[in-house]
């Protein structure tokens, strides 16, 4: 005779196919969570025989749940050691995030299925599963074998409890608990709930004392004035009327992403473009708590002189630096009114005129060594500047002292004089050894009247010896920090490519959503090519490569780059229509709709 247990599965297995072959609901004897998820499931076209989910691997992993869950974790993997289970952490999209699990075997196994660090167990993926049922439903939930809808899972049971914020009462993640089918399944949910409980209780400490430092360093700031204060933790967001009356919730997102970028310097400024065009110069610190960083503090000043009413002059002091940003300082050549573009021009033109050592810092492609050539251009000198790159293979260190090979006989030779400038790129990439005689060799073109610019991308590290080589620094904006510039830098870069290439309007809101790591050289590349293989005379949403349909920005796989690049072709084919491109690559509607939300395709609505 068969056990409780059993014959319970398989009414249940029976249910579940009986629901996939035909329209009809499933059957009453299926808990009503399940039917719900099943149902769910077969809507959003979810595969039954292959778990397919998205992977990202770049996550932090020193987020607040990370910390508060990895304790836990580390006492249940000692309980659990040897035994046939397997805890699991994921955020609260579904997102795995720590796992920790009792015997190879089921460690095997849920590779095999991708229950891992760093991919994601939403419903909207895999189907009925513990952690996506619980995400979903908001409750802990107990999703046994054939209650899957995936078959690959069917042979393991698992419970999953959602993880909430103590204080908001929002949801923050899911404690899993995976183990193979067996009758000890009953005190899973009992698990797990306490698991959940306890991260929850980490949590608050960490968040209390968060924002107890938050609070604190935001009320000795504003009591002394009332120039617009910003304080930005985790889920805390705290504003004095100045800062509430000028900020929207994507202003805060922005200067939020501004200050992180800002780092662990202490005290540091910048300017931030908002969302409504108007520029802010921010003064960042960032505030700890015992529980490690607890957020920023933001004391802002806003371009426009009426809104600056501080009583002290430093307020007022940045306030005109904001307005000189704001003014425009064309250079030849080269495109763009950024404030903070504007004002390394002014930066490397004043540099130049008065032959002052510089030092450009940006990303790769923001245009450091053209805003040497421009600076140099605008000073009249009818020379070019000599570019010499440490990181050049020809100028790799010789086998021993005395030979002729390396950067400094390079930049011996360069060519000197007042109307001459020299520009060593990647400054951390010279080899520390040849530090001081390059540091010597910059010294004696600058005597004789060279100007010299170095350039720097994000990597550390000057070289100590070539540290008082640059007289000032500047940095250069990241493409994705100066996006109002995109249409002119767009028309730029069109008239270098040749004559007559135009750029349709809507080919505009896909450049602005891209990341663009690359920035103006990858931007000038995409227009290339787009130009190079365009169908009319202008070029138009279907010339741009796929990559530019997707606002993911994990890193694909070469078979995912492939499905992607298939769906968008697809796609721009049928003009938009998400029903032909189906047909055309014959999928379901459904999954369509699935694909393009896990690759973060996104294309204008059908006209
Ligand atoms: N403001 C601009 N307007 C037009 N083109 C620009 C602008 N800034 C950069 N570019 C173009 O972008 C490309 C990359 O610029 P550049 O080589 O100066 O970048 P970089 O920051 O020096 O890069 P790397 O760090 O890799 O040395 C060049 O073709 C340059 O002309």
Known sequence: M?????????????????????????????????????????YLGIGTDEVVVPYQPDYDRQSRLVRAAAPVLDRLERVLAGSDACVIVTDRKGWVRDRRVGEKRLSAHLDRVHLAPGFSY???????????????????????????????????????????????????????????????????????????????????????SHQRALLEAFQQVTHYGDRPVLCLGQDLVLANSAASARLTGDDHRLLHEAAAELGHAPRTRKQVQLTGGETALMRCRRIDSSAGAAGYLLELAFEDPSSDRAPGGVARSRSREGQEAAKPWPLPGLAGTDPAWNTVSRTASRCARDRTPLLLHGETGTGKSALARAAHALTGAASVP??????????????????????????????????????????????????????????????????????LDRAPGVPDALRSSFAEAAAVPALRHRLADLPALVDCLLRRIGAGVECSPDVLPPLRRHDWPDNIRQL???????????????????????????????????????????????????????????QRLGISRTTIYRKMRAYGITLPARR
């Open 2 to 42: 068969l056990s409780d247990s059993t014959a319970r599965d398989r009414n249940i297995a029976r249910a579940r196919l009986k629901f996939l072959e035909s329209a009809e609901p499933p059957a009453t004897i299926v808990p009503e969570g399940i039917r719900n998820s099943w149902q769910r499931s077969k």
């Open 122 to 208: 939403a419903e909207q993926f895999v189907g009925t599963n513990g952690i996506g049922v619980a995400l979903e439903e908001r409750r802990s939930y107990v999703v046994l074998g054939t209650e899957h809808f995936n078959e690959r899972l069917q042979n393991v049971s698992c419970a999953a409890a959602p993880i909430r914020n103590s204080v908001t009462g929002r949801v923050e993640g899911a404690m899993n608990l995976t183990c193979w089918n067996g009758p000890e399944r009953t005190l899973m949910a009992a698990l797990v709930q306490e698991a959940a409980g306890d991260i929850e209780r980490v949590m608050y400490e960490f968040s209390s």
């Open 386 to 455: 000599v570019v010499v790159d440490a990181r050049d293979p020809r100028h790799a260190p010789g086998p021993g002292p005395g030979t002729e090979t390396g950067l400094v006989p390079v930049l011996h030779a360069a060519p000197t004089g007042p109307d001459r400038t020299l520009v060593l790129r990647n400054v951390n990439a010279v080899p520390a050894a040849e530090g001081p005689a390059v540091a010597r060799a910059l010294e004696a073109a600058a005597a004789r009247g060279t100007w010299i610019v170095g350039t």
């Open 524 to 582: 000038e590349s995409v227009l290339r090519k787009a130009a190079a293989g365009r169908r009319t005379h202008r070029i138009e949403l279907g010339d741009l490569p796929p990559a530019l349909h997707s606002a993911g920005s994990r890193s694909l796989s070469a078979w995912e780059s492939a499905e992607r690049d298939t769906l968008v072709q697809a796609l721009l084919e049928t003009d938009g229509n998400k029903l032909l491109a189906a």
